[in-house]
């Protein structure tokens, strides 16, 4: 069994309007986020053997702020995962090497939120679906969330509806 877990960078700023998008950084809320999901993955056991990250600064922000894990993972910043669409993403995913056992994708929506209900498949369609994980993120895919899934197939074989969400944790439910 294969573990995907898929990041959405936390909350970025947009203090500066001149800014290009992709040198947007996190803001303070964003960085606040980003430590609460990382004793998340420490609490749930999470430890990714490669993290692939958008090349976006506030990605990579995202990326700083969870870490260091404890095995140090390979990471890949890459610019084809910046604003890349659910279907790119998972072709990303296809590319990975069948000896990783647990990847995590730091990315952006809509794309990652597409990829999350490509990989729930059927079930994303379903509104009256009774797992209120589903209906969760069906409905959002928050800045800073966290969604785990298992995978059974090989990587190169990861297709729409190929994962099981197991965990799916957004900054509003880790805050006092």
Known sequence: MRQLLLLRHAKSSWDDPKL???LRPLNARGKRA???IRATLGKLGLAPDLVLVSSARRALQTLEAIEPF??????EPMDA???ATGPQLLRVLNDTAETVR???????NPGLHDLARLLIGEHAADADDDNPLIRRIVEAFPTG???EFA???PWSGLQPGGGRLLHFV???DLEP
């Open 151 to 153: 995978v059974a197939s």
């Open 170 to 172: 957004a900054p509003r």
């Open 145 to 147: 969330a966290l969604a």
């Open 20 to 22: 290009p998008d992709h």
């Open 34 to 36: 980003a430590k609460a």
């Open 102 to 108: 647990s990847v995590m994708l730091i990315g952006h």
């Open 81 to 83: 995962l910046y604003l």
């Open 70 to 75: 404890d095995e140090t993972p390979l990471i």
